[in-house]
DNA sequence: CACCTGACTACTAACCATCAAAGCCAGCTC
DNA sequence: GAGCTGGCTTTGATGGTTAGTAGTCAGGTG
C-alpha cells in the first residue's frame, strides 16, 4: 500500500478512528453546491448573482449556502454600493476558507484525470510568473514534493519510531 | 484575491462552467460515507467488515458504496482465503483510486486546522523516511512549493499571455 | 409616492444518503 | 445435513439537499 503507519497505529486491529477531520469536514462542506460554490469564490467571485449564475445553482440554494458558510467561518460579508444603487454584500472568502483552496483544486485535478472525456477538463491550473502546470500533492515543510509512497501517517502526538513494510 | 484568470476566463462577466471537473467529482464521490471508505482504503483496509468497523458506517451503506465506488473504476475486487474460511472478495484501490490521495488528506488537513477543538486532530502525514511533517498543497512540475497567490487558472488549450491583477 | 429591480426568503415537492433491523446465502464445522 | 458465521442485500423510516416557484423587502427612479 501506500501509506504505512508508524507508533501506536502500527496496529490498527482494533483502532477506530474518533473526531475525523475528513467526517467532520465533509459534514460542513461534502455538498455539491458547497464545492461549487467555494471553488467560485477561490476564483475571485464575491457577489450573489454571480455565485448563482457561474454555478448554475439555484438562488434558493446559493443565499442557504452562503448563509451556512459564512456563519461557519468560510466567508464574511462586506456591504458595497454601486453608484445608483442601495448597499449589498460582497461575500469573502476567510483564512478558514482560502485554506480550502488545495482541497477544491485536488478534486478538480482529479476529475480532470480521470472523469473527463477530452484530455484535461475545461481549467487547470499554473504558476503565474512562469506558466509552469502545477498540481497538488503531498510536500514537506521545507518544500520538497514527495510521492504517496514516501507518506506514513502518525496519531497525533506521536512520533515516528519504526515505521512497518 | 488569491488567484487570477489569464487568456479567454481573464473577461468572466458572461462566463459560466460548463463540464466541471469539481461537479462530476462531486457526483461521484461527493458523499460522507465515500470520503470516509476512501480514507480508510488510502490507509490500507481492504476487508468489508474493517470498512464498516473503522468508520462505523452501517453494512449495508459500506456495500453499496463499495459497490459503486468498484463500478466507477475506484476498486478492484480480487478473491482471497483465510485458512478454513470460504473465499471472500478484497477491495484494492485502483491507480484511479490513489489518485485522490490529494482530496482527501488535504480535507483532513484542512479540518485538523479549522474543525478540532484541539490543535491538530488525531492524525497527520509525515515523510516516512525522515519523519518531516508533511501538507497537501500547490508545486510545480519541476517540484517546487508555490503559495496560493502565486497561482493562476487557464482555459485547457490556453497558453498564459497577460495575467491581470 | 407608485413602480421597478436586485437580493434574497419561504414553501412545496421531489430525491438521495443514511441507519436500523431483518433476511439471505455460501461454505465451513460438527 | 443441520447449524453457524461472515459478507453482504433488502426494506422501511428519517433527515438533508436540491429545484422550482412565488413572495418579500430595501432603496433608487420617475
Redesign the pocket.
Known amino acids: 500500500m501506500s501509506i504505512t503507519f508508524a507508533g501506536v497505529l502500527a496496529d490498527r486491529s482494533a483502532w477506530r478512528l474518533e473526531n475525523c477531520s475528513i467526517a467532520m469536514a465533509?459534514?460542513v462542506i461534502?455538498?455539491?453546491?458547497?464545492m461549487l460554490i467555494l471553488r467560485e469564490a477561490l476564483c475571485g467571485t464575491v457577489?450573489?448573482?454571480d455565485f448563482a449564475r457561474r454555478t448554475?445553482?439555484?438562488?434558493?440554494?446559493?443565499?442557504?449556502?452562503?448563509?451556512?458558510l459564512t456563519e461557519i467561518g468560510l466567508f464574511v460579508?462586506q456591504p458595497y454600493?454601486e453608484?445608483?444603487?442601495?448597499?449589498?454584500?460582497e461575500?469573502l472568502l476567510t483564512e478558514m476558507g482560502k485554506d480550502l483552496l488545495p482541497a477544491v483544486f485536488a478534486l478538480m485535478q482529479w476529475g480532470n484525470k480521470h472523469l473527463q472525456a477530452e484530455e484535461g477538463g475545461p481549467l487547470r491550473l499554473v504558476e503565474r510568473s512562469t506558466g509552469e502546470p502545477v498540481t497538488i500533492g503531498p510536500r514537506t515543510e521545507s518544500g520538497r514534493s514527495l510521492d504517496p509512497d514516501g507518506l506514513a501517517i502518525v496519531a497525533n502526538g506521536d512520533w515516528v519510531d519504526s515505521p512497518s513494510s
Chains 1, 2 share one sequence.
Open positions: 465533509m459534514d461534502g455538498t455539491r453546491s458547497s457577489r450573489f448573482d448554475r445553482i439555484s438562488e434558493a440554494i446559493v443565499a442557504a449556502r452562503l448563509k451556512q460579508k454600493q453608484p445608483g444603487k442601495r448597499t449589498r454584500d461575500y
